[in-house]
């Protein structure tokens, strides 16, 4: 018999005697099995190895069941070409304790209610719990497995703790108070901040004769709330301690009951949409013309409160049976988190992308998965793909296009004023491309002012415009029985703002709504107490939140937070957010009312409880996003860890080619501590580098410099040298060269660079003998990357053209998908080909060249290129052409920021 124990530490016992289990893998992986019974193969190997590619998963995870029926038994565990099962004779604590709780349901009587006869199984299941599910137990490799452990761990918290709570109630029925107040107290030893299990206890001290005790029970509370919440016990809890000093006790159980305090809870139905029939006709007509192939943009523009979201739900509804909605929202506090919105939208894609992987490309899918790690298969990157965003918006929009192929798409941007610039530059290259497309973009804005560009440029190029204006008074006359004083009444009461006249107009509004403010604030009056200490942390979650985020912030139990959320959604204060888990304020200003009530102490509390729940999420050192919301609210809990996590968002938004945002978190981070100073001012410097702001790119690496250390020092020298060369500082460049050469990890990248250098001076030898250099180090270090560039510099300082063109083939042979050392090869092809007369594929290889810096970015490099072509096109006779490529080189050139002028900006050709 294999006994498995998975409370508390795991351990493995065979026929009674202790099992050494090689590897925590395998330990991991017989307890999943333990729990689950099965696996396939593929989900298995993801599931704990998804750090490695699908086939050495599949590998390692063959040698560990290997280990495993080496060490328990070959017959114990059963795999074929797909399914691994646990077959053999085995049990394990978790077992035996869900067979205990499920014995007191056959007693005949409610299953939450109790008996005598429940007592004894429900002894056996509490005293069978040493600790919390695999506790202690952690694979930090494994993200996926680390959250099957919380969620399984948090699972049979609520379930020992329902536990404790029926075995306290059957305990004090048969008069047993001592043994009670062991098992409640053991309850509260698992949730401090449950409040009813305090007053649970108040009650048990009170009933056994012992109202000292009982008065300590709430002093405890009172303690412990103001600790680790900073809050008040709630008035039940107040008026039960009050009741115990008057004596004026409910009747202790004399039969088995169940105890539970019910708080009642208006409903109100889903506000209706008032008279838009105008806004949503304009939107099915454009939807109509998008799904015959005119793809098309719709602009939305309303002031707060108008109704534009309820408008677009309402459509969203109505348009749902025969076209996939996708909808993605911004928010005012995620305006620096990238992709923030892209990734609502592509969650909402991915279920039908999975289900049509046998039409997506296997790379479109990938690239999808960079932001939906779900959806990703193979091995992960984190690492910047020297500029590869194009192959990203490539992979979405041919992932979008075949699902449109199969059923139109209507893709909803709310509050796109508060879009984050990542997400607009998606959007914005997915707009320009749905033209042919059955695919409805709408974008929904409080104005036109202050928009990111790539969202102004879409709203401005809109095909449709809807303005979502207050309610007139023509439209409240139907509301008021063609009342017209009532109806006057009503928009000067509401101002035509479509909430406010569905409140006003309720069975149970007041005669009148007091201003917006004063509104607002008698709104949060209206829910009870522990409502509003979980909309105070709704607040501080920056208005949007799951239920699971909410119960860790506020520090309240799973019961508690669903019972508040529910009444602050039956109160129409918090809403869910459609096709996600999220909940959301219903209006920006209640957050903010609700945020700027609360005491500083209680604010930076809540945000701390956020940081760490949001740190403890399996892709929280992978999501760019995830990561840059735990470093917001450290900052603002004042915790010295916003540095360390904002250095990371930074590092990870670049992964996407999100640099904006990179540049802004590395920012923060060096100004709340970051320690790492050179990492995050190297990281400035490529960023600038790659923008072609090469001022701030030396003052970013004279910082560097001044903080680095001896790993560092030399890619700084090397950095630092290339920006010289590239402003025409010559014997400066060489400087810096020579020192990095003697400390940087990868010496062929200096070596050709010096080459180029070596090059643009007229010194042929030197640039060869470099040149010949960089190819030996590169060979050394078998870097497919490091060969191309080292190829690309020997096509430069070649004097045999057709040995030249030879490198610059292979260059581009081995830059595969890089895109900047792609741009080089091509660059430099077209140079050979072009003074050996073939001008025609020249332009061709140029032509491609500019359309990678374009969508790389990389400024200085792109008027490098439009120069080159207005140069062939001049030797061709094409001068139009060439006037026009020179015009685009002239404005990006004007672009550049050296600080000053310097000529050899304007002499940038090869590299």
Same mark, same amino acid.
């Given at each position: 018999?294999?006994?498995?124990?998975?409370?508390?530490?795991?351990?493995?016992?065979?026929?009674?005697?202790?099992?050494?289990?090689?590897?925590?893998?395998?330990?991991?992986?017989?307890?999943?099995?333990?729990?689950?019974?099965?696996?396939?193969?593929?989900?298995?190997?993801?599931?704990?190895?998804?750090?490695?590619?699908?086939?050495?998963?599949?590998a390692t995870l063959r040698r560990t069941l290997s280990a495993l029926r080496g060490a328990t038994r070959s017959d114990l565990i059963g795999a074929d070409r797909n399914l691994v099962t646990l077959i053999g004779p085995t049990r394990s604590d978790l077992e035996i304790l869900e067979a205990e709780i499920a014995a007191t349901r056959d007693h005949g009587h409610d299953p939450r209610d109790v008996c005598d006869r429940c007592i004894p199984h429900l002894r056996k299941a509490a005293d069978l719990y040493r600790g919390d599910f695999l506790e202690g137990f952690s694979l930090k490799t494994s993200p996926e497995?680390?959250?099957?452990?919380?969620?399984?761990?948090?699972?049979?918290?609520?379930?020992?703790?329902?536990?404790?709570?029926?075995?306290?109630?059957?305990?004090?029925?048969?008069?047993?108070?001592?043994?009670?107040?062991?098992?409640?107290?053991?309850?509260?030893e698992l949730d401090p901040l449950h409040e009813p299990a305090h007053r649970f206890l108040m009650l048990l001290h009170a009933w056994s004769g012992d109202r000292p005790g009982a008065i300590e029970a709430y002093r405890a509370c009172v303690t412990v709330l103001e600790q680790e919440l900073g809050v008040a016990p709630l008035e039940e809890t107040t008026e039960l301690y009050e009741a115990i000093l008057d004596e004026d006790l409910p009747p202790a159980p004399g039969a088995p009951r169940r105890v539970k305090a019910e708080t009642p809870i208006r409903t109100v139905q889903q506000p209706d949409l008032i008279d838009r029939e105008d806004e949503l006709g304009l939107l099915s007509r454009t939807l109509r013309r998008a799904t015959a192939g005119q793809g098309c943009v719709l602009s939305m523009i309303g002031a707060p409160w108008m109704g534009k979201t309820r408008l677009l739900e309402e459509f969203a509804s109505n348009s749902g049976r025969e076209?996939?909605?996708?909808?993605?929202?911004?928010?005012?506090?995620? &305006?620096?988190?990238?992709?923030?919105?892209?990734? &609502?939208?592509?969650?909402?894609?991915?279920?039908?992308?999975?289900?049509?992987?046998?039409?997506?490309?296997?790379?479109?899918?990938?690239?999808?998965?960079?932001?939906?790690?779900?959806? &990703?298969?193979?091995?992960?990157?984190?690492?910047p793909d020297r500029f590869g965003e194009l192959r990203l918006l490539e992979g979405i929009l041919t992932a979008l296009s075949t699902l449109a192929a199969r059923r139109p798409l209507v893709v909803i941007l709310d509050d796109v004023q508060w879009m984050d610039q990542?997400?607009?530059?998606?959007?914005?290259?997915?707009?320009?491309?749905?033209?042919?497309?059955?695919?409805?973009?709408?974008?929904?804005?409080r104005s036109e002012d202050d928009l990111l560009p790539g969202v102004a440029e879409m709203m401005s190029g809109a095909a449709e415009r809807v303005e979502v204006q207050p309610l007139a008074l023509e439209h409240l006359i139907p509301l008021t029985d063609g009342d017209d004083n009532e109806a006057a009444r009503l928009l000067e009461q509401t101002g035509g703002v479509p909430l406010l006249i569905n409140e006003a107009l309720s069975p149970d509004a007041d005669p009148a709504t007091p201003g917006m403010a004063r509104y607002m604030e008698a709104r949060l009056l209206e829910v009870g107490d522990l409502a509003r200490q979980i909309l105070t942390a709704a607040a501080a979650l920056n208005g949007t939140c799951d239920a699971t985020l909410l119960r860790e912030t506020s520090g309240r139990n799973e019961e508690e937070v669903v019972e508040a959320v529910e009444e602050l959604m039956a109160a129409r204060l918090l809403r869910e957010i459609p096709e996600s888990d999220g909940l959301a304020f219903t209006l920006d200003a209640l957050e903010r009312v609700a945020y700027e009530a609360t005491s500083m102490v209680r604010r930076r509390l809540l945000h701390r409880r956020a940081a760490r729940a949001l740190s403890e999420r399996g892709h929280a050192r992978s999501d760019a996003r995830l990561a840059a919301a735990v470093a917001g609210h450290y900052q603002a809990a004042g915790d010295d860890k916003a540095a360390e996590w904002y250095h990371l968002a930074g590092d990870l938004s670049r992964s996407v080619y999100a640099n904006?945002?990179?540049?802004?978190?590395?920012?923060?981070?060096?100004?709340?501590?970051?320690?790492?100073?050179?990492?995050?001012?190297?990281?400035?410097?490529?960023?600038?580098m790659a923008a072609g702001e090469y001022e701030r790119a030396r003052r970013e690496l004279t910082l560097a410099s001044a903080h680095a250390e001896p790993g560092s020092a030399g890619v700084i020298e090397h950095r630092t040298g290339e920006v010289e060369r590239l402003l025409g500082r010559f014997d400066d460049a060489e400087a810096h060269f020579e020192q990095a050469i003697l400390s940087h990890p990868a010496p062929a990248e200096v070596l050709a660079d010096w080459a180029l250098l070596a090059h643009r001076v007229g010194d042929a030898a030197k640039a060869a003998e470099l040149a010949e250099r960089a190819r030996s180090a590169a060979e050394d270090d078998d870097s497919p990357a490091h060969r191309s560039r080292v190829r690309n510099i020997l096509a430069v300082v070649s004097s045999d053209s057709k040995e030249a063109l030879v490198h610059a083939d292979e260059a581009l042979r081995l830059a595969g998908t890089d895109d900047l050392l792609r741009m080089a090869a091509l660059n430099n092809k077209a140079i050979l080909l072009s003074e050996d007369g073939d001008s025609l594929t020249a332009v061709r290889l140029v032509e491609e060249?500019?359309?990678?810096?374009?969508?790389?970015?990389?400024?200085?490099?792109?008027?490098?290129?439009?120069?080159?072509?207005?140069?062939?096109?001049?030797?061709?006779?094409r001068e139009a052409e060439a006037r026009d490529a020179l015009n685009k080189a002239v404005s990006l050139f004007a672009d550049i920021d050296s600080g000053e002028f310097e000529p050899e900006l304007w002499l940038l050709s090869r590299w």
């Open positions: 018999m294999l006994e498995i124990n998975l409370l508390g530490r795991p351990e493995v016992l065979l026929d009674g005697k202790p099992v050494v289990v090689d590897t925590r893998k395998a330990i991991a992986l017989l307890a999943f099995l333990t729990v689950e019974r099965s696996g396939s193969r593929d989900s298995l190997a993801a599931l704990f190895w998804a750090d490695a590619s699908q086939e050495r998963a599949r497995f680390e959250d099957w452990v919380r969620n399984m761990s948090e699972t049979v918290r609520i379930r020992i703790g329902e536990t404790y709570h029926r075995l306290g109630t059957a305990l004090a029925a048969a008069g047993d108070y001592p043994g009670a107040i062991t098992a409640v107290t053991r309850w509260l076209s996939g909605i996708l909808i993605g929202r911004a928010f005012r506090m995620e &305006q620096d988190l990238p992709y923030g919105v892209a990734i &609502q939208v592509l969650a909402g894609a991915a279920p039908l992308i999975d289900g049509s992987r046998d039409e997506i490309p296997d790379w479109a899918v990938h690239e999808v998965g960079r932001l939906v790690p779900g959806l &990703q298969s193979g091995e992960a990157t984190t690492t990542a997400s607009a530059s998606l959007f914005s290259y997915l707009a320009r491309r749905i033209g042919d497309l059955p695919v409805l973009m709408v974008l929904a804005a904006e945002s990179a540049r802004k978190f590395y920012e923060i981070a060096l100004a709340v501590g970051d320690p790492d100073v050179t990492g995050a001012r190297l990281a400035l410097a490529e960023i600038a060249a500019i359309s990678i810096a374009d969508r790389t970015g990389h400024r200085h490099r792109e008027a490098a290129l439009w120069n080159h072509l207005a140069d062939l096109h001049h030797r061709a006779g």
